[in-house]
């Protein structure tokens, strides 16, 4: 399956600030967004999107009916949403970087549960054979996908990093 991870452009949020679920519109021109990376992808390519605006409104540009998929959003950071990242206890940090896969921000979702979904849409689309497509989505679910690929250990694809509005070509074999 040859899949096309594009990033959305950047959202309307000051630097420093932890946001993962939260529904942030975009900061920049979406049909300009879209006049760059249009050019990076086949014809005819299906577009799967999360269903925030910051990634919708980039697919609709792209593709006259984007699929939307819960499971390709990002990262639940429950009460850390929306929060600067120094005003976060250490000892939360300190707990997360202990236990990265396991650690749940409070209401918030673990590493692990973003994986499992990540790989449940993944499996889904090869049941359904899609041999290829664009995901418009989050830096975390591109880190999933990217680590599965070259088969990186978590403290490695977590650290990964993908600027807003990259094209990330990914072959799962």
């Known amino acids: 399956m040859q899949l096309y991870l594009i990033r959305h452009p950047a959202p309307q949020v000051a630097a420093g600030i932890c946001y993962g679920r939260t529904d942030l519109p975009l900061a920049a021109d979406v049909a300009a967004a879209a006049a760059r990376i249009a050019p990076q992808l086949p014809p005819q390519l299906a577009v799967y999107t999360s269903p925030l605006q910051r990634c919708r409104r980039l697919a609709e540009a792209l593709h006259p009916a984007p699929r939307s998929d819960e499971r390709l959003q990002e990262m639940h950071f429950g009460e850390w949403e929306l929060q600067p990242w120094h005003l976060v206890q250490r000892a939360a940090l300190d707990g997360w970087a202990a236990d990265p896969l396991g650690y749940r921000p409070p209401l918030g979702e673990t590493v692990a549960e973003l994986q499992a979904r990540v790989h449940d849409f993944v499996t889904e689309a090869r049941r359904e054979g899609i041999e290829r497509a664009a995901l418009v989505t989050h830096a975390g679910v591109i880190k999933v996908i990217v680590g599965q690929v070259r088969g990186l250990p978590a403290r490695q694809w977590m650290a990964l990093q993908f ?10 074999g």
């Not at 600027?163 to 799962?172: D, F, G, Q, W």
């Open 163 to 172: 600027a807003y509005e990259s094209v990330i070509e990914a072959t799962l």
